[in-house]
């Protein structure tokens, strides 16, 4: 089958890699433009456009899909179909027309739950037991196309959104190929795509670095998602006087945070700080493992507190 893939960070690279394998053409990739990276700012390729280019597949990164001569230049490809994985912008209707057999979404989700930009955070966000990933044809609404297929699995208690994301997007790779198979004819176990039930849709809005910002007035539980589901971008990050902190590896402590004279202490405030960095919550208090100053590398909270030196009772954020 001839192929145009959209796709632009890693979660999109195990489906392109899964259409060659299964001898699928890729005629053309549609990545998003380089970035400046860093501190020097060098302008770098989204890991799908650079695999591609690695491999000698033609790419193309236009900075919008709206202009003419884009929508020109994908419907010269006359591919048989639309492939979209994290690709990171909206496909007009006169773009998903193109294709003799209509565009394809691999999304991180379990739809209609988790329609948007950020279905494997707002899963972990939410303490979801379960999430999986969806094969959608896609419409001109926000993950509202029907779907052909779904693969399901547990979220573990302590995975981040780096590890689930890496297992669905190899999930997603295969189910791919198999919904592939059943447009070709060559397989009989999918059925016409079904429409989704919208009153059981939940939204995921795209994820800011100010999302990341540390609430100490949070429950430890919630915070320890938050860590779960900001690993790696944007990073959990706080403030200790006018540094800024990114923190990962939290987990809850099950101790009394109340003070010596018996009242709650405060949120944000430093319980222990020798081994381990203990900070107080709204409710509860959580454990901080790895703690990095920008700029400098990161530190497990035995060094950080070597270093340091911070002193019970001060307070963070």
């Keep these: 089958m001839q192929v145009v893939f959209f796709g632009s960070p890693s979660f999109a690279l195990p489906s392109l890699e899964a259409l060659l394998a299964a001898r699928h053409r890729v005629l053309l990739v549609v990545s998003q433009p380089g970035k400046p990276v860093g501190r020097k700012g060098d302008v770098t390729d989204p890991p799908v456009a650079a695999r591609s280019k690695s491999l000698g597949i033609h790419v193309f990164q ?31 209707q006169r773009v998903l027309d193109l294709p003799r057999l209509g565009c394809l979404n691999v999304h991180g989700s379990l739809l209609p739950r988790w329609r948007g930009a950020s279905p494997v955070q707002a899963a972990i966000l939410a303490g979801d037991a379960v999430s999986g990933v969806s094969i959608m044809k896609m419409d001109a609404g926000m993950d509202t196309g029907p779907v052909y297929a779904t693969r399901e699995t547990q979220i573990g208690e302590e995975e981040s959104a780096e590890e689930l994301g890496a297992r669905l997007a190899a999930m997603g790779a295969d189910a791919l190929v198999e919904t592939l198979n059943f447009l070709e004819g060559e397989s009989q176990i999918f059925s016409p795509p079904l429409p989704q039930n919208s009153s059981l849709a939940t939204i995921c809005p795209k ?25 790696p971008w944007p990073g959990l990050f706080t403030f200790r006087r006018k540094t800024r902190l990114k923190l990962s590896g939290l987990s809850p402590v099950a101790r009394d945070v109340s003070g010596a004279s018996g009242s709650r202490e405060s949120p944000g405030v430093l319980l222990e700080a020798g081994p381990r960095l203990v900070i107080a919550c709204g409710e509860g208090a959580v454990s901080i493992a790895t703690l ?24 963070w954020g």
Excluded at 207 to 231: G, H, K, N, Q
Excluded at 300 to 308: D, K, N, Q, S
């Design 62 to 92: 236009p900075p919008t899909l709206k202009d003419d001569a884009v929508v020109t230049r994908l419907a010269e490809t006359r591919a048989d179909v639309f492939v979209v994985v994290a690709y990171g912008k909206i496909l007009a």
């Design 207 to 231: 994820i800011s670095r100010e999302d990341a910002r540390v609430d100490w007035t949070r429950p430890a539980f919630e915070l320890v998602r938050r860590s779960r589901a900001y690993t």
């Design 292 to 315: 990095q100053a920008e700029g400098k590398k990161p530190l497990t909270a035995a060094e950080f507190a070597r270093g340091e030196r911070p002193s019970p009772g001060e307070r």
